[in-house]
């Protein structure tokens, strides 16, 4: 873990902390940025644990951690802890980091923004950047979210451009430990605002590549629209691609959602639109 960085646990932390208490060791191996950095050894007493920067977090913090497994902390340096989560004011939606045995999600209204049966948020999102089939070229990242899908295209695109539409959903990532490079990747910029909005005042062709991960239809509808799929056209170069999340391509529901976008993408000037279920997702590609 970085020095001074946040120190961010979940029950999957707390817990082997509770078995080190009960078999009365002095010290236990825990990552204290849920899992992200190499875990690191931690010393035990009576009161609770030492952690860095000599942050005392009592049993009583660590119990309440364990018993929330749907639920990250904030560890503060005079050891208490805050649940990572928010309401927006601006969309009314409660937005929390929950957490996995690998890299979080992000619940937005209850519904988590990545996979997680099955797989992990970490795979999901390499499964998305491998059907976006990346280039030098810039990226247009449509929905941040925890910022995944920009992080992973920054290490091999020149520039990604991410939009997120609410500052809630921003400010959960600001305190996920596994979105830090999202914030500091000199090649990521960041915009809040609406991308059905954002999208119509860039230039044309000026991405080599879309990523496009909305919510679910129920949620942001007007990002599953023909006027939405003209605009990511025509910012897309020529020969450029779009990759559109959709959700399980096998499922009754994802099926005819998939089918409505991909008559969609289709209508709005893509020359081929190639579902991808093992990314649980369409290409379209511009010729
Ligand atoms: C599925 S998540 C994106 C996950 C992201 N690709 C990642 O790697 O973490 C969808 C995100 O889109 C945001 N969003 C919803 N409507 C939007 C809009 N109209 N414009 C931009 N972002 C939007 C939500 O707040 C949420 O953070």
Request: hydrophobic share 45%; charged share 25%.
């Amino acid at each position: 873990m970085l020095h001074g960085a946040p120190i961010v646990l979940s029950f999957v932390q707390a817990r082997p902390a509770l078995v080190a208490r009960r078999h009365k060791r002095s010290k236990v191996l825990l990552s204290l940025d849920l899992g992200l950095s190499m875990e690191e050894v931690v010393e035990v007493d009576d009161g609770g644990l030492i952690l860095p920067g000599s942050v005392r977090l009592s049993w009583a913090c660590i119990e309440e951690i364990a018993a929330a497994e749907s639920s990250c902390f904030a560890v503060e340096a005079d050891g208490s802890i805050r649940k990572i989560q928010t309401f927006s004011a601006l969309t009314q939606r409660h937005y929390s980091l929950y957490p996995t045995t690998g890299a979080p999600t992000m619940l937005v209204s209850g519904l988590p923004m990545h996979r997680i049966k099955g797989t992990d948020p970490q795979r999901d999102t390499l499964s998305k950047i491998k059907a976006a089939s990346l280039t030098r070229g810039r990226v247009l990242d449509t929905c941040t979210g925890l910022g995944y899908t920009a992080i992973e295209a920054a290490k091999a695109a020149g520039e990604v451009v991410t939009i997120e539409l609410d500052p809630a959903a921003q400010e959960i990532a600001r305190h996920n430990p596994w979105s830090r490079r999202l914030f500091e990747a000199p090649n990521v910029r960041q915009i809040i605002g609406d991308s059905a909005e954002v999208v119509a005042q860039f230039e044309a062709a000026s991405f080599a590549r879309v990523i496009h991960d909305p919510p679910t239809f129920a949620l942001a509808g007007d990002l599953y629209s023909c006027d939405f799929y003209r605009e990511m056209w025509r910012v897309l170069q020529p020969g450029g691609r779009a990759f559109h999340y959709i959700g399980d391509l096998e499922s009754k529901s994802g099926g005819r959602v998939a089918r409505g976008v991909m008559e969609r993408l289709k209508q709005a000037g893509f020359a081929r639109v190639i579902a991808r279920n093992e990314a649980f997702g369409v290409i379209a590609l511009k010729e």
